[in-house]
């Protein structure tokens, strides 16, 4: 359920058989998401959202409906690119350094740029369409080299280099990006 709220914005409130009392933290949007056991009514959870206001305010990073509607648009913008661009990139260099993957995932996680599963599913964040084309092709090498070593052991960090001699160079200046919408 959501809640328009005319302080907060959208409240996402989900109902959890697991939750014993309500909890509230913030979504990757910024928005208020309130946990409430699952047979809490409605009027009740608007109860509590009005008593816990000022607690709120005061603890959680809400932001405000705007901010909130304008990273709903450049996450939809950064997908549509996304879905554009990363999938045939990654078909591209795989190709060309013969490496087999199943599948190709777009995520939009806050905290990393790429990985690879057992499955040999490579998945890819939308957010390295804010980056340079250059280190947009170390991530995808870096995840591909991940289906030869799943680890960060020496022997994959040669694979690395072989196919992207600069790449200590492009996972520095990585670090000045963040893989989030912002
Ligand atoms: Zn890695």
């Known amino acids: ?18 939750a014993r009392s309500a909890r509230f933290s913030i979504s990757t949007s910024g928005r208020l998401q309130m946990s409430v056991p699952k047979y809490t009514s409605d009027r009740a ?4 959202l009005n ?10 990073p809400v932001k405000n409906p705007t901010t909130q509607r304008a990273r709903d648009a450049k996450k939809k913008l950064l997908t549509k690119q ?32 790429g990985s690879c599963s057992s499955n040999r599913t490579i998945s890819l964040n939308i957010g390295l369409m804010k980056v340079p084309p250059v280190l947009r092709d170390y ?7 991940h289906l030869n070593h799943m680890d960060h ?30």
């Open 1 to 18: 359920m959501i809640i328009e709220d005319p302080e907060f914005g959208e409240v996402i409130v989900r109902r959890n058989a697991l």
């Open 82 to 113: 996304a879905r554009a661009e990363l999938p045939y990139r990654l078909e591209y260099l795989a190709t060309k350094y013969s490496y087999n993957y199943d599948k190709c995932r777009l995520s939009h996680a806050n905290t990393r740029w």
């Open 51 to 60: 008593y816990s206001r000022s607690a709120i305010r005061t603890q959680l």
């Open 45 to 48: 959870v608007r109860k509590f």
């Open 139 to 145: 991530v995808i090498l870096h995840e591909l080299a």
């Open 153 to 182: 052991s020496p022997a994959f960090w040669v694979e690395v280099a072989h196919h992207d001699p600069n790449y200590k160079d492009h996972r520095r200046k990585l670090k000045h990006f963040s893989p989030g919408v912002d």
